[in-house]
């Protein structure tokens, strides 16, 4: 006898359809089981790949999932739809900088030049294309040179106009610019420059800063990254942070040679790394005026500033104005040097227009300050995530207050140091969970160069820990590794001498492991992925994702726009390799299509139920 229930759907659907349909919910409920079975925590307790008896059910549930993934093409008709491509005004646009929208929600005073994505308005949901002119970047060391003038959005007309450019810049042919390491960025060159600070530091030269303790760099309004340039040829790890800028962007043209960078405004919020996080903050000619809202934009200086580290201010503009009086000169760095006394710090050297200051490394020197000094925060360890700039010192309690002198060559992977890091993380780190975790990275990373070639997506592709195979037809050069964890991903890149550098991204809600990433001496920042990355489109050549979409699903995010936004930071013919359960990566696959990319699941025959998706995105022409 037949249900009414049955009656009614059957009605509806069709004997076919219903079948259908019956099938998709048993494997959509299979496929989502992984989402729900598992907290985040758990998942990232350890990222080594535990092997697991494939059982009879891990099978039935992969072929569930393959099999829901074919029924609903079937139910459509076709193959999923696409996104369709975006507008031409939208080829280099970064979410939540919109100067005009921010003034009409009443922003002002520079306020509305800053990250405000709370007032980004739901746009169409696009596949961003690259400008006409748009070709793939020249292998490093080459592209770090030399660079495709229409990769960037930077006009002949805006070389003209400025004679400071002009002596950092030759236009070689119409669609080419190079860069000079002895291009007049300050004064004699780069070189010269940065020799300059050493001596002032008290080093015979600039290939000694390792040994001064200083690795890490952060470069405000770095130009068009010269100075980073020769930093990264020291093997120093420099960290270029600019303001959004619609044309002639410092961070873009940065990226574009190869160069660590972001988009960040010195002005109303605080950056999102965790205090002590670097050893020198750099600022030549970076267009802020250090002694205004009470002080707050040297205080976060401070508060980025490791102990014992320094902060470098050259500003030649009584150079440019020849004929002013000398008070001139010195009225630069008076007020500064005024202030670094409230916040212990000494003005160690200066020599022409540059002044060096070193924060203290005794932090009972706060104690000993008259009482009508800048108060200190109360801050403990936390990591703020744009939050409002605030008038007080910070990390004078961290357990990290580690003179960067008196610092291991191995920064923040001895046990001692394990052992702090993991005082404030509220986790314990044991020294074999983090080197346990190296080995498998190791393992890993010469598993994802192998599978970095069109090859995997041909009929016969190459497994993964075959022989590697030539490196890829393409530049890697910017990595993100958008779920960093411990940066092991990048120690990997560094011991097998691969010529790339990585942006660690640690997520907000994930276990707050970016201090140990910055104390390793990596490139690091704090991030939301509900919220857009602050970068230009087709700034990074590899994304990298280790269980982040597990991660995510318990957020608010959406994973369309995810997709949607790792397909706008990566360029032409860049990779994209996400770890994590089958489940999850079969719902990857099907955004990959959406965003267009080639795509591959790779098994990796381990007894477990975690996967890879290798995708390609393709060279959209005009």
Known sequence: MTSPWYKSVSSVFGLRGLLFFILGVVALLTILSPLTSTS??????????VPNIYSNYRRIKEQAAVDYLDLRSLSLGTSLREFPLCAKERESY??????????LAGLQEGDELDRHCEFEREKERCVVRPPRDYKIPLRWPLGRDIIWSGNVKIT???FLSSGTVTTRLMLLEENQITFHSEDGLIFDGVKDYARQI????????DTEFAQAGVRTVLDIGCGFGSFGAHLVSLKLMPICIAKYEATGSQVQLALERGLPAMIG???????????????????????????IKDAMLLLEVDRVLKPGGYFV??????????????????????????????ICWSLTAQQDESFLWQKTADSSCYSSRSQDSIPLCKDGDSVPYYHPLVPCISGTTSKRWIPIQNRSAVAGTTSAELEIHGKYLFHCIKPEEFFEDTQVWRSALKNYWS????????????????????????MIRNVMDMNARFGNLNSALLEQGKSAWVMNVVPVNARNTLPIILDRGFAG????????????????????ANELLTHLSSERCSLMDLFLEMDRILRPEGWVVISDKLGVIEMARAMATRVRWEARVIDLQDGSDQRLLVCQKPFLKK
Not at 316 to 334: F, Y
Not at 527 to 532: G, L, V
């Open 198 to 205: 050493a001596e002032m530091i008290g080093l015979g030269s």
């Open 265 to 291: 405004n010195f002005f109303s919020k605080q950056l999102p790394y965790p205090a002590l996080s670097f050893d020198m903050v750099h600022c030549a000619q970076c267009g802020i005026t250090w002694d």
């Open 451 to 474: 599978l970095l070639t069109p090859l995997i997506f041909s009929d016969h592709p190459k497994r993964p820990g075959d022989e590697d195979p030539l490196p890829p037809f393409n």
């Open 525 to 544: 920042v704090l991030h939301d992925w509900c919220e857009p990355f602050p970068t230009y489109p087709r700034t990074y050549d590899m994304l990298h």
């Open 313 to 342: 201010l050259t500003s030649p503009t009584n150079k440019a104005q020849g004929n002013l009086p000398d008070t001139k000169k010195t009225s630069i760095s008076t007020r500064v040097n005024e202030l670094s006394k409230k």
């Open 94 to 103: 970064v979410p939540c900088y919109n100067v005009t929208g921010n003034l």
């Open 40 to 49: 985040y925590e758990a998942s990232t307790g350890s990222s080594t790949l």
């Open 156 to 158: 002949k007309d805006q």
